[in-house]
């Protein structure tokens, strides 16, 4: 069982640098001092991904710019989604009773994508259980001692993606080769452990996709309308550099601040109500945040929308605080 750390190092080394936002109205946060909530997202020490684990899953990448492969992959992204929607596998097995591979049917289609563009592993998310600073092999005794009626959420994975992003991840054990007729898949179910198992979707989906606007709408919902979606113009996906983030000015953050604050207030009915609504949306982007951190994924718009999320729950917890 694969395990990665829930307690990352703070701020030494901080890469990504934290987004300038400029809002100055909000730069101290009673509110958030009250509640004993960071003002600002920490930041790892940064970590470069194993190139070695790179060139185990394709030799042929081998001496391969890193922004390279990240921009490919970005580009193949449609075509991973694709692969995915003709896959049969289970949103969730008992934990007691993982099996060691699952054969995933594949559907017949006069447009089957590229084998490339199929998920190579399956992992089997589970919450961690250790506050140890790197990632460790558990034993298969940890597994096995959970109730039998535990069940796991199921989710298909590119092994290269993983790679060329999550700089404490393990190496995954070799994928099994495919089988000519391509009538199923047999894919290595991996247990994996992180800190917010709960939000390791939102993860697993902007690995894999690189869609800042549909991370940023499903950390806040409740402005999804109000958001600009990527274009084909200004995207970022696999450069780490800051693209979709940087169109948003203070000006538009402090509406969307107040637009949040209006939502949660409509949604709690008061004040307290207001304020619980807007503190779980505080822990789901905490929750990402940890597992960002546990993973060492630094990608630069990844941390930009967590980023930019935080100060607009910050913000508008704020406003609905102070009443105004």
Not at 53 to 62: S, V
Not at 130 to 155: E, G, N
Not at 160 to 174: D, G
Not at 277 to 282: A, C, E, R
Request: with cysteine; aromatic share 4%; charged share 10%.
């Amino acid at each position: 069982m694969f395990q990665v750390a829930s307690r990352p190092t703070h701020h030494h080394g901080a890469v990504p640098e934290p987004l300038n936002l400029a809002m100055s109205h909000y730069q101290t946060t009673p509110v958030a001092q009250k509640l004993n909530i960071p003002r600002r997202l920490a930041r790892p020490s940064f970590a470069e991904p194993s190139r070695d684990a790179i060139t185990r899953i394709d030799p042929g990448l081998a001496g391969v710019p890193l922004e390279y492969i990240r921009r490919s992959l970005a580009g193949n992204a449609n075509q991973m989604l694709t692969a995915l929607s003709l896959l049969t596998i289970p949103s969730s097995l008992p934990c007691a009773h993982l099996p060691p591979t699952i054969d995933a049917p594949v559907r017949p289609s006069s447009q089957t994508p590229d084998l490339s563009a199929f998920p190579t592993h399956v992992l089997a998310i589970l919450s961690s259980r250790s506050s140890s600073t790197t990632p460790t092999i558990a034993s298969f005794a940890d597994r096995a001692s959970m109730p039998a009626s535990t069940t796991v959420p199921l989710y298909p994975a590119s092994a290269l993606v993983l790679a060329s992003h999550c700089a404490l991840l393990p190496s995954l054990p070799q994928g099994l080769p495919p089988n000519g007729r391509r009538a199923a898949l047999t894919l290595p179910i991996i247990p994996l452990t992180v800190p917010s198992p709960e939000t390791f979707p939102l993860l697993h989906a902007y690995l894999h996709t690189m869609r800042p606007d549909t991370l940023l709408a499903s950390l806040l919902p409740a402005l999804a309308s109000a958001l600009p979606q990527l274009s084909g113009a200004n995207t970022s996906a696999g450069s780490n550099k800051l693209v979709y983030v940087a169109q948003f000015s203070s000006d538009r953050l402090l509406r969307l601040a107040h637009a949040l604050a209006g939502a949660a207030l409509q949604r709690g009915g008061s004040q307290g109500g207001a304020m619980s609504t807007l503190m779980s949306h505080i822990k789901v982007v905490n929750g990402l945040w940890q597992n960002v951190c546990a993973l060492g994924v630094f990608d630069a718009e990844l941390w930009g929308v967590m980023d930019l999320a935080w100060e607009v729950i910050l913000a508008a917890m704020t406003k609905v605080s102070e009443g105004r």
